[in-house]
């Protein structure tokens, strides 16, 4: 600034070279100021802060709300160098997204079922928490288009929603056992992945006795709690036959959370991923709209195990646990239900 004031301050005789580097010098030192201006911005915004180093974008050109659900923010940042898809809690420190972020790029190195891929999980500086992963263009359809098969010799529907999930947990087996690498959450609610070497104990005590745990204390719903203590005591009857080994899941499959890419391929989302019984992936079926298509072409991959009938309605009951716990009592009869239901089967 000095010399700046230097050469101002020259007197007529000052050279025209000299003169020249007025504006120059001061088109430097606006630019040093706006340079300046945007590091101190960046430094309040992490997000961009990512979009314009590692995300190698020189430039955001737009960004807009896209939804989200009920318990996160949902943003579309475009850019120089293409778009990015933003959460964003303002509550909730960043461990769950870091869950999400696991879960996301376990079932993205599967190379079966597409799904975003997660770049970066961090802190917002007024609090909460964010998520930077892949931006997928939806196509109209849902992803699970049926068609016909090619085999000249019957007509059974196909489902690459059906082919794809089953690819995936055909593909990813774990050698720790039952669990993942991190505890995640299941909507709003915490989801215990403790590594377990047996199915039976790890859905007993992880699953359902964790939600009868939650409904208990929350709810302070005895009966519900007891009565299904009494079915967990007692439900080794209903895996008899059946070979069960640890796939990864993406946990939490209902329709909001499935969709289909431009090319019409199927793209799921926002898991609550762990490894587990196969046939589990299926416990939100009741709001899925899994139809006959699905489980033909699902089978096909994963043959059914013996038994599957009988397993179907454990499944949902953790899932209605959890709606109770996160929505309310609306939820408790159809649990309830499904408990008693098993409780005469089992002769409990």
Known sequence: MANVALLSASSPSTSSAAASLLPRRSACLRRAASKLSVVAAMGDDPIKEWILTEGKATKITGTSSIGGGCINAAQRYETDAGSFFVKTNRRIGPAMFEGEALGLKAMYDTKSIRVPLPYKVGSLPSGGSFIIMEFIQFGRSRGDQV???RNPFHTKKKSALGRKLAEMHKAAKSDKGYGFYVENTIGSTPQINTWTADWIEFYSKHRLGYQLELISQRFGDSAIYEKGQ?????????????????????????SGNISSDTNGDPVILDPACYYGHNEAEFGMSWCAGFGGAFYNSYFEVMPKQPGFEKRRDLYLLYHYLNHYNLFGSGYRSSAMSIIEDYLRMLKA
């Open 230 to 254: 009494q079915l967990i005591e007692n439900i080794q009857p209903l895996f008899d036959g059946a070979v069960i080994e640890p796939c990864l899941l993406h946990g939490d499959l209902w």
């Open 147 to 149: 068609t016909l098969s």
